[in-house]
Antibody, heavy 126, light 107 residues
Framework: EVQLVESGGGLVQPGGSLRLSCAAS????????MDWVRQAPGKGLEWVSYIGSSGNTIYYADSVKGRFTISRDNAKNSLYLQMNSLRAEDTAVYYC???????????????????WGQGTMVTVSS | EIVLTQSPGTLSLSPGERATLSCRASQSISSSYLAWHQQKPGQAPRLLIY???SRATGIPDRFSGSGSGTDFTLTISRLEPEDFAVYYC????????FGPGTKVDIK
């Protein structure tokens, strides 16, 4: 079964740090681009960050640039999000999502975001 | 940044009725990289439609997508009880943005 499972969420004080993980199974992780998307309580979806299949290409939303770092370990089939200098407005459920499929140096992302994890809650509060 | 606007904000319908949801982009979306996701309370989003009109794996054919450029539509031909949820459009042609969502609730 194709699956993404996030972990690492919790309660953290403003200014603190947290590292989220996303474990992938059921597919060849190293062939896929990956993304983090978050959802504040009662709000809509907000894209957070993207990483290419090899980890060489990375993008961030302006709201997290300079504070969050995305990374991946293809040998461990895992995606990560290191979150520093956390603010109250970072409080949200964080989802990892599968992006485009890459093969032979070409990536196909027409059906990106086809698999989502169940999410992990991050609460930033004193 | 491409801004997506969804209308209506809430759609109140009865099971068996047809639902028509709109998504409008602030500028043309390249190569129709427009998706629709369904989200039920307490659950992760689920991809319904990608490339503006292609159904994702396992999605029933009562769901259909159409449109190009800046105007897109998700149609649910006959609402089933499990279809009452929030629907988000997403563009992924130029970075990534989501619309604010349309809630389809039971009338």
């Amino acid at each position: 079964e194709v699956q993404l499972v996030e972990s690492g969420g919790g309660l953290v004080q403003p200014g603190g740090s947290l590292r989220l993980s996303c474990a992938a199974s059921g597919f060849t992780f190293s062939n896929y681009e990956m993304d983090w998307v978050r959802q504040a309580p009662g709000k809509g979806l907000e894209w957070v960050s993207y990483i290419g299949s090899s980890g060489n290409t990375i993008y961030y939303a302006d709201s997290v640039k300079g504070r969050f770092t995305i990374s991946r370990d293809n040998a461990k089939n895992s995606l990560y999000l290191q979150m520093n200098s956390l603010r109250a407005e970072d409080t949200a459920v964080y989802y990892c999502a599968r992006g485009g499929y890459c093969t032979g140096g070409t990536c196909y992302y027409l059906n990106a975001f086809d698999i989502w994890g169940q999410g992990t809650m991050v609460t930033v509060s004193s | 940044e491409i801004v997506l606007t969804q209308s209506p904000g809430t759609l109140s319908l009865s099971p068996g009725e047809r639902a028509t949801l709109s998504c409008r982009a602030s500028q043309s979306i390249s190569s129709s990289y427009l998706a629709w996701h369904q989200q039920k309370p307490g659950q992760a989003p689920r991809l319904l439609i990608y490339g503006a009109s292609s159904r994702a794996t396992g999605i029933p054919d009562r769901f259909s997508g159409s449109g190009s450029g800046t105007d897109f539509t998700l149609t649910i031909s006959r609402l089933e009880p499990e279809d009452f949820a929030v629907y988000y459009c997403q563009q992924y042609g130029t970075s990534y943005t989501f619309g604010p969502g349309t809630k389809v609730d039971i009338k």
